[in-house]
């Protein structure tokens, strides 16, 4: 079994920040990219940020220059700092990642999402 388990969710208010994480637990062997996604209800879920196991990382132009990912390979965690949040940032992120397990299985995992509200 393969668990993501994502954190650091909550309200804040126009222009402030939150680092959200996710950890991976369970029968892993490695991680391959990690990456974020948000869904606003209703609608559908969209990609925001990723990152591979070497580091690379790539944005969605509604990310650009305000948020920034990165890992922590050695606890299998992925962080999304957001800065300079707006409202139209509220959303319940999903983190996502491509593994293998330790039966050499090759799969992508989701999360269960942590709540983002920006009040204006």
């Known amino acids: 079994q393969v668990q993501l388990v994502e954190s650091g969710g909550g309200l804040v208010q126009s222009g402030g920040s939150l680092r959200l994480s996710c950890a991976a637990s369970?029968?892993?062997?490695?991680?391959?990219?990690m990456r974020w996604y948000r869904q606003v209800h209703g609608k559908e879920r969209d990609w925001v940020a990723s990152?591979?196991?070497?580091?690379?990382?790539n944005y969605a132009d509604s990310a650009k220059g305000r948020f920034t990912i990165s890992r922590d390979n050695a606890k299998n965690t992925v962080y999304l700092q957001m800065n300079s949040l707006k409202p139209e940032d509220t959303a319940v992120y999903y983190c996502?990642?491509?593994?293998?397990?330790?039966?050499?299985?090759?799969?992508?995992?989701w999360g269960k999402g942590t709540l983002v509200t920006v009040s204006s």
């Open positions: 990152i591979t196991s070497s580091g690379s990382t």
């Open positions: 369970g029968r892993i062997f490695s991680i391959n990219t």
């Open positions: 996502n990642a491509d593994l293998i397990t330790i039966t050499g299985l090759v799969q992508s995992y």
